[in-house]
Each structure stands twice: as C-alpha cells, then as structure tokens.
C-alpha cells in the first residue's frame, strides 16, 4: 500500500497517543512516539508542513537525498556553519552521518541529526 503524503496531521497524531497508550509512561516507546508526534506539531506550527509532505514523498519514493556538504570533523563543519555558508534546510554529512542545517532563530543555526537511509543501524538499536 503506497503511503499518503498528504496524511491528516490530527489523523496521524490520534493514531500515535493510541498505540503510545500500550506502553508505560516514560518508557523508551513512550518516549520515541512523544518525540514523533511533537515533531509533525512542530512541523505544523512552523508552517513548513508542505515542505514535510514534499520530503516525506520523495523520502518514500527513493529519491536520493542530495548531501550538499561533507565534513570529516565536526569543527569543519561548526566553523563553515558559523560562516553562514549553508543554507537553512541543506542536508550535510559529518563524519558519515547526516545532519539538517536548521536556523532557530534567536538561538542560531545548528545541525539537527538527521539520519541517512544509508547510514547503518547503531549498535545499540537492535
């Protein structure tokens, strides 16, 4: 079944406070399925939920993710960052593993993780 990419954000928000129910409060699934759902209400807020949907469709059809910049180092990467060389929203990789560049306003730009199909599993996610 394809997935919708234009999925009913309170649709999608009932579906995961259903199955977060089945896990105890404070428990790693718990957590995961908060986290998730704060972020699409982020996404909403922000009004970057088409966005999103744009994302999320090219994600689901295996478009590749273009990596505008690869850093070996983290200290690489902070110093271009403060540069302001990156755009908001360019995809980077650091030492292989992929992050966002995100403005957040009064707090500044940062590198929000952001993992890549390609990345393999951390070891301590099995």
Do not use: C
């Amino acid at each position: 079944m394809p997935y919708n990419s234009n999925f009913d954000v309170d649709a999608v928000l009932k579906v995961l406070g259903t199955v977060s129910d089945k896990f105890p409060n404070g428990s790693p699934e718990d957590e995961a399925l908060r986290i998730a759902a704060v972020a699409l209400l982020y996404v909403r807020d922000i009004d970057k939920l088409e966005d999103y949907r744009a994302y999320f469709r090219d994600f689901i059809a295996g478009k590749p993710l273009v990596v505008e910049h690869a850093f070996a180092t983290r200290e690489e990467a902070d110093a271009v960052l403060a540069s302001g060389k990156v755009a908001d929203g360019a995809l980077v990789t650091i030492a292989g593993q992929g992050f966002t560049v995100v403005n957040n306003g009064p707090k500044g730009w940062r590198f929000l993780r952001t993992r890549l199909p390609d990345e393999p599993e951390p070891p301590d996610s099995k």
